[in-house]
């Protein structure tokens, strides 16, 4: 039921049996660590036959000295609302110690849906959403296919202006009413009347196409058409929707610090949110892990926050420490003054943006900029660009999301971890993959989507020891009833 993850070996099923060359199934069926209206609703969402009960060891974690199984409590919460910091007042009101870390957490889908709670919504717009690099990506698609190569001295604009008119001018010749992959298919039956009827029967077998895309496991048709009626042109489908990408340059706004620079710098420049949030620690002790995929000026911000932090928690023993390291001797009170009044408005003063805090870092030699750092800046110029404006109040407040001194944690994040209190926030957050309005109505035609969902809602609900809390925004009735079945109690926020 824990199989979150969609790189796996798949289903275990396959390799279960009495051979010797077989797995031996052990049944879990003594849980020992959820009261008991916890285990009875992921009882309901199990999909293995496992029937759980408590444990019969007494001094097991769910278990009372009276030998008795804890209750526990689960609710479900819904809204029209989506407004979470009700929820958390609710919550606190009902006894949740919402902002202790290490006994309550609040489960959501994505980071990005957490950004904006947690307070570094702009760090994660630059490096999960950025439109400039975005469409890069799709101009390296394009230049592979076309086998393309600018000289140094093109700069980005006139690159992505030529790019966009080039690739209009073909779209255009075509002459289709739009420009399709089943739109050029019904061209070449009028192209190529013989075929008229394979042509015909090839479109059926490749629906539907979504976003102009032919997946994988049907490539093969097209691959069979072609050998059987030589028709070459029909691979041209394959490039449709590169060229749709780059079809339309970006307003120039969005890339306006580095349109008259060349864009051989920025051709192959990519950023991905892994490189700011990596490394997500559920705890203040957890131990952080070696190979993390965190940049080096992310990293650099790290080195510069563990010394401010290390004042601010009065941990001076590793402040000295560090200040020592980097030959910092302070041998007046006027210094000890500087650093302290500089460390002080570094930390509290939110008009300090994140380029203020590496030269201030660099000049008090308390973190000095490195050759790692100076190649970051010298690869990725327009990131730091951006980097460099923004608060450093909203990289204090990724650290802290990042070190697990906030509540917050993503679904997959949770596994294996549990906490007294768990508060989960069912939203998609614009991830396909999976959708909780499915789960709840049990949507028969989409059967992978909801396992999916089932699967990482119930690694949810069992990271609770005492109180778990579900939170639904604008529930359908089919939802509401469904909740009612699996909920003892349904909290209406709106009518508190």
């Not at 929820?87 to 489960?107: A, P």
Request: some cysteine; hydrophobic content about 35%.
């Amino acid at each position: 039921m824990q199989s979150i993850y969609e790189d796996g070996i798949g289903n275990l099923n396959s390799f279960i049996g009495n051979t010797e060359d077989k797995l031996r199934e052990v049944k879990k069926e003594q849980n020992r660590r959820n009261p008991e209206k916890i285990y009875n609703l992921a009882n309901k969402l199990r999909t293995d036959g496992i029937i759980q009960t408590h444990s019969t060891d007494k001094s097991a974690p769910n278990m009372l000295a009276d030998g008795s199984v804890k209750k526990g409590r689960i609710q479900f919460l819904h809204s029209k609302n989506y407004d979470l910091h009700d929820i958390r007042e609710y919550l606190e009101e009902e006894g949740w110690d919402i902002k202790n870390s290490e006994k309550t957490k609040e489960l959501n889908l994505t980071h990005n849906l957490i950004a904006s709670e947690a307070g570094f919504n702009n760090l994660m717009e630059i490096y999960d959403k950025d439109i400039f690099i975005k469409h890069l990506s799709k101009v390296r698609k394009y230049l592979k296919l076309r086998n393309i190569v600018f000289e140094d001295d093109l700069t980005v604009n006139f690159v992505l202006t030529k790019i966009s008119d080039d690739v209009s001018n073909e779209i255009t010749s075509h002459s289709l009413p739009s420009f399709t992959v089943l739109k050029y298919l019904e061209s070449l039956k009028t192209k190529y009347s013989g075929y008229s009827e394979e042509i015909s029967n090839l479109i059926t077998d490749l629906k539907p196409i979504t976003e102009n895309k032919i997946v994988p496991e049907k490539i093969h048709l097209v691959e069979a058409f072609k050998t059987a009626s030589g028709i070459n042109e029909v691979d041209y489908i394959f490039e449709i929707k590169t060229l749709k990408d780059v079809e339309k340059n970006l307003d120039k706004t969005s890339y306006d610090s580095v349109k008259d620079k060349s864009f051989n710098k920025f051709r192959n420049l990519y950023i991905d949110k892994d490189r700011l949030i990596d490394d997500k620690k559920q705890s203040e002790d957890e131990v952080s892990r070696k190979g993390s995929k965190r940049d080096n000026l992310i990293k650099h911000l790290f080195k510069i926050q563990n010394i401010l932090q290390n004042y601010s928690k009065k941990n001076f023993p590793e402040l000295f420490k560090v200040l020592k390291k980097n030959n910092i001797i302070i041998d007046s009170i006027k210094k000890k003054q500087i650093i302290k009044d500089s460390i002080e408005k570094l930390l509290n003063n939110s008009s300090v943006t994140i380029g203020d805090a590496i030269e201030k870092a660099d000049e008090l030699k308390l973190v000095k900029k490195d050759d790692k750092f100076d190649k970051f800046i010298n690869l990725n110029e327009y990131i730091y660009n951006k980097v460099k404006e923004i608060s450093y109040q909203e990289f204090i407040c990724l650290y802290n999301y990042l070190e697990g001194q906030t509540p917050f944690s993503t679904q997959h994040k949770t596994k294996g971890a549990e906490f007294e209190n768990v508060l989960v926030i069912l939203d998609n957050g614009n991830w396909p993959n999976y959708n909780f309005e499915y789960l709840f109505t049990n949507r028969t035609d989409k059967i992978e989507i909801v396992e999916r969902t089932k699967k990482i809602f119930y690694v949810c609900c069992t990271r609770a020891k005492e109180n778990l809390a579900i939170f639904y925004s604008k529930p359908s009735p089919e939802v509401l009833q469904t909740a009612e079945d699996w909920f003892d109690e349904i909290i209406d926020l709106d009518k508190i």
